[in-house]
């Protein structure tokens, strides 16, 4: 038996823990660029005065991180003939946040829904309220809040890394943990939005 707990979006991760809650393996949500171009624009080859010649304009591109659907297959179909029980993070728009952002961050939800569906593997969805509240992490500030997560997760795991290349904190990986760690505890009591 194994439990998948998964922080959908572009930070954030899969993680997997076994029948007796020791950790197994934790990945960041796999991410590649998508690359549209755009037409480049005809300019004269002279400037105003009509002398100077123009550098060459190169063609611009509009790039932006999407979830790799490939990769994540990758790393879910191993556990697709197994005994696994796999919840989601529930997530939705809340006030403030940005029409294109929030467009992003559903398509990156409906990507790992699609590769679960396709591992074959059944997932549940379970909010933030949730799983925060089973180890006590509500309220606070942003970082703060994000710290805690952290510690809770590092108390339990101490020997995985919570952070990046860089140094920076992938709060996405401590999440990911907690989320399985949470199916895991609260077992037949575990509180799902669907």
Partial sequence: MFYIGIDPGSNGAISIIDEYGSFVAVHDMPMRWLIERKKPQKKSKFLADGVTPRKKTKIKQDTRKVVDGKALFEILSVYSSLDVLCAMEFVSSKTGQGVKSMFSFGESVGCVKGVLES????????????????????????????????????????????????????????????????????????????
């Fill in 119 to 194: 591992a074959g593997i059944k997932y549940r969805l379970v909010s933030s309220a949730a799983w925060q509240g089973h180890f006590q992490l509500t309220g606070g500030d942003k970082d703060s809040h994000k710290q805690r997560i952290m510690d809770k997760c590092r108390s339990m795991y101490p020997d995985v890394n919570y952070f990046g290349s860089r140094g920076g904190l992938k709060d996405g990986r401590s999440d990911a943990i907690l989320i399985s760690r949470y199916y895991f505890e609260a077992g037949d009591n575990a509180i799902f939005v669907a």
